[in-house]
C-alpha cells in the first residue's frame, strides 16, 4: 500500500518550519506556537520553544509564559497552570501567518532576547531608564529601524545634558535641533518618517546611520503578534525585544 499520501500528512502536522509548502492545510499550520518569553518557568519552557496545540503545559505558582501562534495570536499562562494552550473564543478570525515566523524564531531563541525581556521584568522604578518602546529608536548604534508613518522618536539611556541633534533624509534636512538634559526622548519633525530609505543623524556630533522601514498600512489594529513578526523580519531586533517585553508584562502597545 503507498503510504506516501499518510507520511505527507504526518509531517505537514508536525512542521514547524515557516515556509508554506503547496497544499498545506491552513489549520494544521496555525495550530503551532512559539515560546516567546518565560519567566520562573521549567527550562524546557525557554524562549524559542516551540509547542504543539495539543500539548501538555505545566506551571508553577508564579510562573508567566507568553507565546505566540502562527496567525499573529498571543496567548499569556500564568501558574498554577496545567492543560493544553486554551483555544481562542472565536474560530476563523486567524489572518494569514506573518512571513517573518522564522525570524523571529531566530530571535526569541537568542541570549540577547533572554536578557532583556528578564532585564525589562525585573526593573525597578529606581532603576536606569527602561528599555526604549517599541516605536522608540535607540540612538546608541546604526542600523535598521522600524517607524510608524510619520512618527519618528529618538531615544538615548543617558540622558544627563543637552545635546546638539541634527538629521537628514531624502525628505529634507533639520539642523540644530536641541535634546534637552534630562530629556530620554526626542521626537523628530514628522515629514521625515515619510517613507522607507535611509536616515543620517547627527547627536552630540556622533553620526548614525538608519534604514528605515515603514510599518505597512495592512499592520494597523492587527494583532500583536503580527506586529512582532514584522519587526523581526526588518531585523529591527531591539524595538521586537521592547514589544515582547511589553506583552510578557501585560502591557498594551505603545
Same mark, same amino acid.
Given at each position: 500500500?503507498?503510504?506516501?499520501?499518510?507520511? $505527507?500528512?504526518?509531517? !505537514?502536522?508536525?512542521?514547524?518550519?515557516?515556509?508554506?509548502?503547496?497544499?498545506?492545510?491552513? &489549520?494544521?499550520?496555525?495550530?503551532?506556537?512559539?515560546?516567546?518569553? #518565560?519567566?520562573?518557568?521549567?527550562?524546557?519552557?525557554?524562549?524559542?520553544?516551540?509547542? $504543539?496545540?495539543?500539548?501538555?503545559?505545566?506551571?508553577?505558582?508564579?510562573?508567566?509564559?507568553?507565546?505566540?501562534?502562527?496567525?499573529?495570536?498571543?496567548?499569556?499562562?500564568?501558574?498554577?497552570?496545567?492543560?493544553?494552550?486554551?483555544?481562542?473564543?472565536?474560530?476563523?478570525?486567524?489572518?494569514?501567518?506573518?512571513? =517573518?515566523?522564522? #525570524?523571529?524564531?531566530?530571535?526569541?531563541?537568542?541570549?540577547?532576547?533572554?536578557?532583556?525581556?528578564?532585564? &525589562?521584568?525585573?526593573?525597578?522604578? =529606581?532603576?536606569?531608564?527602561?528599555?526604549?518602546?517599541?516605536?522608540?529608536?535607540?540612538?546608541?548604534?546604526?542600523?535598521?529601524?522600524?517607524?510608524?508613518?510619520?512618527?519618528?522618536?529618538?531615544?538615548?539611556?543617558?540622558?544627563?545634558?543637552?545635546? !546638539?541633534?541634527?538629521?537628514?533624509?531624502?525628505?529634507?534636512?533639520?539642523?540644530?535641533?536641541?535634546?534637552?538634559?534630562?530629556?530620554?526622548?526626542?521626537?523628530?519633525?514628522?515629514?521625515?518618517?515619510?517613507?522607507?530609505?535611509?536616515?543620517?543623524?547627527?547627536?552630540?556630533?556622533?553620526?548614525?546611520?538608519?534604514?528605515?522601514?515603514?510599518?505597512?498600512?495592512?499592520?494597523?489594529?492587527?494583532?500583536?503578534?503580527?506586529?512582532? #513578526?514584522?519587526?523581526?523580519?526588518?531585523?529591527?531586533?531591539?524595538?521586537?525585544?521592547?514589544?515582547? $517585553?511589553?506583552?510578557? &508584562?501585560?502591557?498594551?502597545?505603545?
Amino acid at each position: 500500500m503507498d503510504t506516501r499520501p499518510g507520511t $505527507a500528512m504526518r509531517q !505537514t502536522a508536525l512542521c514547524l518550519g515557516f515556509s508554506l509548502l503547496a497544499g498545506l492545510n491552513p &489549520a494544521a499550520a496555525l495550530a503551532d506556537y512559539v515560546v516567546i518569553a #518565560a519567566s520562573g518557568a521549567p527550562g524546557s519552557y525557554a524562549a524559542g520553544t516551540e509547542i $504543539a496545540d495539543d500539548q501538555q503545559i505545566d506551571l508553577p505558582e508564579g510562573a508567566r509564559l507568553t507565546l505566540i501562534e502562527r496567525s499573529g495570536r498571543m496567548v499569556a499562562l500564568e501558574g498554577l497552570y496545567s492543560g493544553a494552550v486554551p483555544t481562542p473564543d472565536e474560530a476563523g478570525d486567524s489572518d494569514a501567518p506573518s512571513t =517573518g515566523w522564522n #525570524a523571529l524564531k531566530r530571535l526569541v531563541g537568542s541570549a540577547e532576547a533572554s536578557s532583556t525581556v528578564l532585564g &525589562a521584568a525585573r526593573a525597578g522604578a =529606581g532603576d536606569i531608564p527602561p528599555p526604549p518602546g517599541v516605536w522608540d529608536l535607540s540612538t546608541d548604534s546604526s542600523g535598521p529601524r522600524c517607524i510608524r508613518t510619520g512618527e519618528l522618536t529618538l531615544w538615548r539611556k543617558q540622558a544627563d545634558k543637552t545635546q !546638539t541633534v541634527s538629521a537628514r533624509s531624502a525628505a529634507g534636512r533639520h539642523d540644530g535641533i536641541a535634546w534637552k538634559e534630562g530629556e530620554n526622548r526626542l521626537a523628530l519633525p514628522e515629514g521625515m518618517a515619510m517613507e522607507d530609505g535611509r536616515m543620517v543623524v547627527s547627536v552630540g556630533g556622533e553620526l548614525r546611520d538608519f534604514e528605515l522601514s515603514v510599518m505597512p498600512q495592512a499592520l494597523a489594529g492587527a494583532p500583536a503578534g503580527q506586529l512582532l #513578526a514584522w519587526l523581526a523580519e526588518q531585523d529591527c531586533r531591539r524595538q521586537a525585544l521592547a514589544l515582547i $517585553a511589553r506583552l510578557h &508584562a501585560g502591557e498594551t502597545v505603545d
